[in-house]
């Protein structure tokens, strides 16, 4: 991703793509929508321990990479990008 790209919105078109994406790897790595949002859950319940997490920004999901073994292809990968607002020094 290119920093201009944070700053361009995108198309309803390619918010839809993107969707779509998310759902085919999601199936491809047999993970459940249920099964997403009880590891969301599990990771903002940890977290939270340690940071004031934004929730309302929070982003988790599993993409595709490729694999550093040979004849793997690619394999899934758990991306989360978890805004904090404010650490718990005394955690």
Same mark, same amino acid.
């Not at 991703?1 to 759902?23: E, H, N, P």
């Given at each position: +991703? %290119?920093? =201009? $790209? @944070?700053?361009? /919105? %995108? &198309? =309803?078109?390619?918010?839809?793509?993107? /969707?779509?994406?998310?759902?085919?790897?999601? $199936? /491809?790595? =047999?993970? &459940?929508?249920?099964? +997403?949002? #009880?590891?969301? &859950? $599990?990771? @903002?319940?940890?977290?939270? %321990?340690?940071?004031?997490?934004?929730?309302?920004?929070?982003?988790?999901? *599993?993409?595709?990479? $490729? =694999?550093?073994?040979?004849? #793997?292809?690619?394999?899934?990968? @758990?991306?989360?990008? *978890?805004? *904090? /607002?404010?650490?718990?020094?005394?955690?």
């Amino acid at each position: +991703m %290119k920093w =201009s $790209d @944070l700053f361009q /919105r %995108k &198309s =309803s078109g390619d918010v839809a793509k993107d /969707r779509l994406k998310m759902v085919l790897v999601s $199936d /491809r790595a =047999s993970c &459940s929508p249920e099964v +997403m949002e #009880r590891i969301k &859950s $599990d990771i @903002l319940e940890v977290l939270s %321990k340690y940071a004031e997490v934004d929730k309302d920004q929070l982003d988790i999901h *599993i993409t595709q990479v $490729d =694999s550093d073994e040979k004849g #793997r292809g690619t394999v899934p990968a @758990l991306y989360a990008n *978890i805004p *904090i /607002r404010n650490m718990h020094h005394n955690a």
